[in-house]
């Protein structure tokens, strides 16, 4: 791992080149490029990974007293479709500057019309229905099968659903995301038959980024914002790109307020099995 720049705040003027990386950031947050401005007084590191670099410039700042580091999923300008989008090169860029809790705030459609645009959920069940996605950092040097019936962390979840009740955000409390490739959204028989195995929500980004930051031992929690019902929930035009982005784009700053009150109540030691994932497996590689 190397940071081969690190830019400040105020400007864009390089900073100094760094071989090796220190502890910058203790929870990690991936989502939109609306995220950005929590982050009030930042730096942002260029960094590099064994797996290419992360999807844009890693900004670093405080929240709270809490370290907390930012990876644009997208890029900046958006620039990454879901499927193009550099999943082990963001999971790995932050772990190796400290991260061990990740909140991934992300917008996903409904499966069900009980939950209307606008919805809050915190799923806790994730179904893979993406191809030829790379899925694990172990490809080569022996199996590392790491376990992964619980996807997300259930302290993660507990206090983000916390959090969002007290600030008045009814949540979700459960359910199960489904993940397409995309970029297209679903045809109508599809999103039929997705609703028909009991999924209640459906995205585009949620895997493989769980299963490797649970390969990286992560703490991962996924605060889904529902912007849309899919195209087989109820008759219509479907789903539009506008749409989603609109509606997205008016939650964007509740989104953040709540993102930043879960990050204020994480707790400094992990008191959850995420640490454990790996604990008897036989890793055919170093980890940051």
């Given at each position: 791992m190397r940071v081969t720049r690190c830019i400040s705040s105020a400007g864009t003027r390089p900073g100094r080149y760094i071989d090796r990386v220190s502890d910058l950031a203790d929870i990690g947050v991936i989502g939109g490029s609306?995220?950005?401005?929590?982050?009030?007084?930042?730096?942002?590191?260029?960094?590099?990974?064994?797996?290419?670099?992360?999807?844009?410039?890693?900004?670093?700042?405080?929240?709270?007293?809490?370290?907390?580091?930012?990876?644009?999923?997208?890029?900046?300008?958006?620039?990454?479709?879901?499927?193009?989008?550099?999943?082990?090169?963001?999971?790995?860029?932050?772990?190796?500057?400290?991260?061990?809790?990740?909140?991934?705030?992300?917008?996903?459609?409904?499966?069900?019309?009980?939950?209307?645009?606008?919805?809050?959920?915190?799923?806790?069940?994730?179904?893979?229905?993406?191809?030829?996605?790379?899925q694990t950092f172990y490809e080569a040097g022996g199996a590392v099968h790491v376990q992964f019936a619980d996807p997300y962390c259930p302290v993660g979840r507990a206090r983000a659903i916390r959090a969002a009740q007290a600030t008045g955000w009814e949540p979700v409390t459960s359910g199960t995301l489904?993940?397409?490739?995309?970029?297209?959204?679903?045809?109508?028989?599809e999103s039929r038959w997705y609703a028909a195995q009991g999924w209640t929500l459906i995205g585009m980004t949620g895997h493989p980024e769980a299963v490797l930051a649970r390969e990286l031992a992560l703490c991962y929690t996924s605060i889904a914002l529902v912007t849309d019902t899919d195209a087989g929930v109820e008759e219509g035009d479907g789903v539009t790109q506008d749409e989603v982005f609109r509606v997205f784009a008016a939650n964007t700053a509740r989104l953040r307020e709540l993102v930043i009150r879960v990050i204020e109540e994480l707790p400094p030691e992990r008191d959850c099995p995420c640490p454990h994932a790996l604990d008897g497996l036989k890793l055919p590689l170093a980890l940051p």
């Open positions: 609306g995220f950005y401005e929590f982050l009030e007084s930042r730096d942002e590191f260029e960094l590099e990974t064994p797996y290419g670099r992360p999807s844009d410039l890693v900004a670093v700042g405080k929240i709270g007293g809490k370290r907390v580091a930012f990876v644009p999923r997208h890029g900046r300008d958006h620039r990454f479709p879901p499927h193009k989008i550099p999943y082990r090169a963001n999971l790995w860029a932050l772990r190796s500057i400290g991260v061990r809790q990740v909140l991934a705030p992300n917008a996903v459609g409904s499966l069900t019309p009980s939950y209307g645009p606008g919805t809050l959920a915190v799923p806790d069940q994730l179904v893979n229905r993406t191809t030829g996605r790379t489904v993940v397409i490739d995309g970029p297209r959204f679903s045809t109508r028989a």
